[in-house]
């Protein structure tokens, strides 16, 4: 694209989606971090609205791209755990954007398809078949210094450098082509996600040492986990993300597209860093399921922090609602737009979260309260008959969820207070009503 090219004032806005893998809401400088990791999302937050209260509906990473895609939850979309497919008529954002008029791009990891690492074929690209370039399992077809995905005809693309940076490249030839029609790009990375068949993060060459002393999270420091080999690398892995989320803007910036460009920056899930369980994610403590959220562009410069509670489930239909669509009533989610311009009266008061893998489970979380109720062992369906309280956190005195709460017949009452809300959130699902045994609190 040449550098004069411009966008048609009366276009529709254009949206980058940019998506990072398991990084946790306290790594963006716009969450209070005092990282310093994030100084060009924190820049875009600044004009944008930033989610303060943002949250997975499931901290795994298939069924929360099952989730990204649908805008349903991981129950009705069949993807409950990693491993099981999207179906190949399920409806996706791609389709409805596709159907809009839009031009529509994903790039880098997919997770939907269980291929390994052969090509995702067409009909499983979820409705993504214009521009795919494509891994259904990155963290096996690539290395951090060896980016490789399949594009559309199933031929092997290739990119030299660290993995983060050649995908940015790859992107940076999508956006800068001329702009006939407004265009999707959704560009999923795995960092800061661990490579999975080294079994540690890793960062750009030199990027781990700057962070050797760096800050640590008062959840992570006060429990036995890896985070002490893990957190330089995990914070370089998003030192150079945010770095390229820069060269992304400046990219729209001098195309002429900055201005009309939607850019949502999100991630799947959180990390705790194995202290919770014995990997991971896959809990419903706030390091898993807490997540950035910050959208500028069209509609959402407005320098707001928006203390709502919102959920992975909206970001679909937002996507919808930018692109001029209503949202389709299959979605669970809602439009974010009319929150970045203030308060919406009303709004929902908590979030529901699905959790599976390490356990089958369901949370609700409100502005104050974490309340989970877990599934005996036994093999998983996705969901139980049967579950018993397992957490109860009152995160307003114990932001770390440090002190589990369940069982103790001084929160009884509040306990049962949440326990309705998880019920009802469940039921709006479809999911059936459990029996939910109490907690004993053995003191």
């Known amino acids: 694209m040449s550098e004069e090219a411009t966008v048609p004032a009366t276009r529709r806005p254009n949206i980058l989606v940019f998506f990072t ?37 499931q901290p795994v990473c298939g069924p929360a791209r099952s989730c990204l895609q649908s805008g349903r939850y991981a129950t009705q979309t069949g993807c ?41 074929p067409l009909e499983q690209r979820g409705g993504w078949t214009e521009f795919w370039e494509a891994a259904d399992i990155l963290e096996f077809v690539s290395h951090p210094d060896d980016f490789r995905v399949y594009d559309r005809d199933n031929a092997l693309v290739t990119e030299p450098g660290y993995r983060v940076d050649a995908q940015t490249n790859r992107a940076l030839h999508f956006v800068r082509q001329p702009p006939a029609e407004p265009w999707c790009l959704l560009i999923s990375y795995l960092e800061p996600h661990h490579q999975n068949d080294l079994r540690r993060h890793v960062a750009p060459d030199g990027y781990a ?9 008062g959840d992570l420091r006060a429990l036995p986990g890896n985070w002490r080999q893990e957190w330089a690398d995990y914070c370089g892995c998003i030192a150079s993300l945010d770095e390229n989320y820069g060269r992304l803007t400046a990219a729209l910036a001098e195309t002429g597209q900055l201005d009309d460009t939607v850019v949502i ?42 203390e709502e509670l919102v959920s992975l489930l909206d970001v679909p239909a937002t996507i919808c609602g930018v692109a001029g669509l209503a949202v389709p009533p299959a979605m669970q989610g809602r439009d974010l737009a009319p929150l970045a311009r203030g308060p919406v009266d009303p709004w ?11 356990c089958t489970a369901r949370a609700v979380r409100t502005a104050r309260w974490k309340y989970a109720i877990t599934a005996p062992p036994g093999p998983q369906t996705g969901a139980s008959l049967v579950y018993q309280e397992s957490h109860l956190y009152d995160l307003w005195a114990d932001p770390h969820e440090l002190v589990n709460l369940v069982g103790r017949p001084a ?11 998880l019920l009802r959130q469940m039921a709006a699902a479809g999911e059936a009503t459990p029996e939910i045994l109490a907690a004993r609190f053995l003191g």
């Open 209 to 217: 040492a700057r962070y050797r002393d760096a800050w640590v999270p």
């Open 411 to 421: 929160w009884r009452a509040q306990a049962d207070d949440l326990q309705q809300r």
């Open 21 to 57: 893998d398991q990084q946790r809401w306290d790594t963006v400088g716009a969450y209070h971090s005092p990282l310093d990791l994030t100084p060009h999302l924190d820049a875009a937050a600044r004009r944008g609205t930033t989610f303060l209260n943002a949250f997975t509906c």
């Open 348 to 358: 929902r008061d908590e979030v529901l979260i699905q959790i599976s893998e390490s």
């Open 265 to 306: 920056f999100v991630t799947d899930h959180g990390s705790h860093f194995c202290t919770r369980n014995a990997e991971y994610k896959r809990s419903c403590h706030e390091a898993s399921v807490h997540i950035p959220l910050v959208i500028s562009g069209p509609g959402f410069d407005h320098g707001r922090r928006a």
């Open 80 to 120: 409950w755990r990693n491993s099981i497919p999207l179906r190949r008529d399920e409806v996706t954002i791609g389709h409805h954007l596709a159907q809009a008029g839009y031009r529509t791009g994903y790039l880098g990891k997919w997770h939907l398809a269980e291929t390994g690492t052969a090509p995702v």
